[in-house]
């Protein structure tokens, strides 16, 4: 069985968050958005004036169970008939949790492009000490994401380059899950249309993003700005979704168990998880060296140390690699056999590059 899933609606382009209520309008009249402060405090006029009948709810920092159950609460409270996400992906993940459990439509607005969250049924959760907790999955994929490049590309450089390593990472993890014959998110196996996706992702995101982001950088416009936004939001989230996940990610989930690695965005993680599964694949040297000198060129973390673990002892080492190797993990996606050991050898490797 192959299984691919899609949002019901995607709209990308600079300005459309102004047209917001146009789009909203089809699933709801009375819509709840959560997002946080800051977030708020920069769009609230424009989504006011696009929404005039709304109720905002600020997201409390952390995507917890105590979070979702209050923003679940208060949505109720608020009778409220179609749920918007306006913000990064732990807000847009919030709006879905809330979508889960009061069965309204969900609408995502992303404000930064760090991850390939926006399309996708998962909701990734964490205890409120921020350790990764485990996925709750939608039934089916958002009704809509609405994504506005000029939002996107006045946010912090810093999120885009993160959404550019998650994006990488989907075609290599995808390659891992189709030769292992892994199942995807939706139970199934990947359709050629997601393998195909996954490496268009792959070749977009490799030939765009320093163009891209130098000009962002400059303030100057490019066809490739829109280019590589498209490949970190849509292709990304259909790649991963419709493929599966593999070592990139189980160990970038283990990241989050040390304290000094908390605090980074999600696709920083997956960078530094990407370079440890390219060197358990034993990639070919001239590979692994277009990979590293890409992240060198965006200024991406190549290892745990780039990450802000400068000295890592071997027990942090080992719970790191202990995690990703921990039943069920993702990691037993990839087409060979993965031992804690192998992990800590990748790790050490991986500061190695970054030196």
């Known amino acids: 069985m192959r ?6 609606l ?7 968050i102004s047209q917001l209520g146009k789009w909203v309008s089809r699933f709801g009249t009375r819509p709840f958005v959560v997002s946080d402060s800051r977030v708020w405090s920069l769009y609230s006029e424009r989504i006011t004036k696009s929404l005039p009948s709304h109720t905002y709810s600020e997201f409390g920092g952390e995507l917890c169970p105590e979070e979702i159950e209050l923003q679940r609460a208060r949505s109720l409270e608020a009778k409220c008939d179609v749920v918007i996400g306006l913000g990064g992906g732990k807000v847009q993940d919030t709006a879905k949790a809330v979508k889960l459990h009061t069965h309204v439509p969900v609408v995502i607005v992303p404000t930064v492009a760090s991850n390939d969250a926006a399309t996708s049924r998962l909701i990734i959760t964490y205890t409120k000490e921020g350790e990764f907790l485990g996925p709750l999955f939608l039934p089916t994929n958002p009704e809509a994401v609405i994504v506005d490049t000029e939002v996107i590309r006045t946010a912090p450089i ?3 380059k993160a959404g550019v390593a998650d994006a990488l990472a989907t075609y290599y993890e995808a390659e891992e899950c189709r030769k292992s014959g892994a199942l995807n998110f939706f139970g199934g196996r990947p359709t050629a249309t997601a393998l195909e996706l996954a490496r268009l992702c792959r070749e977009v995101v490799l030939s765009t993003a320093p163009k891209a982001l130098e000009a962002i950088q400059q303030g100057l416009d490019c ?13 990304s989230g259909l790649g991963f979704e419709g493929c599966g996940v593999a070592a990139a990610h189980a160990v970038s989930q283990g990241f989050t168990l040390i304290p000094q690695l908390r605090g980074n965005l999600h696709g920083e993680e997956v960078a ?13 040297k001239d590979e692994l060296q277009q990979i590293v000198s890409f992240y060198k060129t965006l200024g991406l973390p190549l290892s745990v140390k780039d990450l802000g673990l400068h000295n890592p002892t071997e027990e942090q080492l080992n719970l790191i690699a202990s995690f990703a190797c921990r039943e069920n993990s ?4 990839m087409s060979f056999p993965i031992h804690i050991q192998d992990v ?12």
């Open 3 to 8: 299984v691919m899933g899609f949002p019901g």
């Open 10 to 16: 995607y709209v990308q382009g600079r300005g459309v």
């Open 223 to 235: 066809d490739e700005i829109e280019q590589l936004i498209e490949a970190v939001v849509l292709l």
């Open 158 to 160: 810093r999120f885009l």
């Open 330 to 333: 993702r990691l037993y996606n």
């Open 344 to 355: 800590v050898r990748a790790l050490k490797a991986g500061m190695e590059l970054s030196s």
């Open 272 to 284: 530094a998880g990407l370079i440890v599964q390219l060197l358990l694949e034993q990639r070919g």
